[in-house]
């Protein structure tokens, strides 16, 4: 099973920042967080990843707490197609290449007009 | 921005029947992963291949499922003897090397219904 507790859901009001945790407190050193999301039955999307430092892309921002037991997805200006599953996932660096993604429930988040 | 392509996206197939959903990954990727996700349910690894060898396999990549990369482009899923439980959407990913820091890229799926 995944190693990640997350939400069940959660709202968020249409242009506000949308903070979405995850809490992961037996990762290893050497394993990543990963965020996807799932739009309706799409594929998985890919969002963001890091391993110790806080990461930010075009998407989203990763907040990685020092100990490394938790994380916060941040879309900082959410807009209704960010109505989605988002998944915490944490994988191994070495030898994860072929490893599959372990996924677990996810957090629905629904952004509200 | 490159993408991972399936087909066919909507598959529907008589019990016992045989299946064959296809992937063409993205250019200079070299690892491929397929994943299924019954209706309601979690996503769930069953493969990933690698230089035309399976690499990792899930419990539920059992005999009754095969991978292959017949033409150096296309990657397969083929079910035989399918059952209605194998309905189910069925995602392809792929990734550029292994490691830990690389993300897998997933298509839109193939919705496999069997009646």
């Known amino acids: 099973d995944a190693k990640t507790t997350q939400p069940t859901s959660m709202d968020c009001a249409e242009g506000r920042a949308a903070n979405l945790p995850c809490n992961h407190s037996?990762?290893?050193?050497?394993?990543?967080v990963y965020w996807y999301r799932q739009i309706h039955s799409q594929g998985p999307q890919y969002i963001i990843h890091?391993?110790?430092n806080n990461e930010t892309n075009e998407m989203a921002s990763l907040i990685i707490t020092e100990d490394r037991k938790s994380s916060t997805l941040i879309l900082p200006h959410a807009t209704l197609r960010d109505t989605a599953v988002y998944y915490c996932?944490?994988?191994?660096?070495?030898?994860?290449?072929?490893?599959?993604?372990?996924f677990g429930k996810g957090t629905h988040l629904i952004i509200q007009p | 921005e490159p993408e991972v392509t399936q087909t066919p996206s909507h598959q529907v197939t008589q019990m016992g029947q045989e299946v064959i959903l296809r992937c063409v990954p993205i250019?200079?990727?070299?690892?491929f992963y397929w994943y299924r996700q019954i209706l309601g349910q979690k996503v769930e690894f069953l493969v990933s291949?690698?230089?035309?060898?399976?690499?990792?396999k899930s419990e539920i990549f059992d005999d009754q499922f095969s991978v292959e990369r017949p033409d150096g482009s296309n990657f397969t899923l083929k079910i035989r003897s399918t059952k209605l439980e194998d309905s189910a959407m069925y995602f392809c990913?792929?990734?550029?090397?292994?490691?830990?820091?690389?993300?897998?890229?997933f298509g839109d799926g193939t919705r496999l219904s069997i009646l």
């Open positions: 291949f690698y230089n035309n060898e399976i690499s990792e």
């Open positions: 890091g391993l110790k």
């Open positions: 990913a792929t990734s550029p090397w292994p490691g830990g820091d690389q993300p897998q890229h």
């Open positions: 250019s200079n990727h070299l690892y």
């Open positions: 996932i944490v994988r191994a660096e070495s030898g994860g290449g072929a490893d599959g993604l372990t």
């Open positions: 037996t990762i290893s050193g050497n394993e990543y």
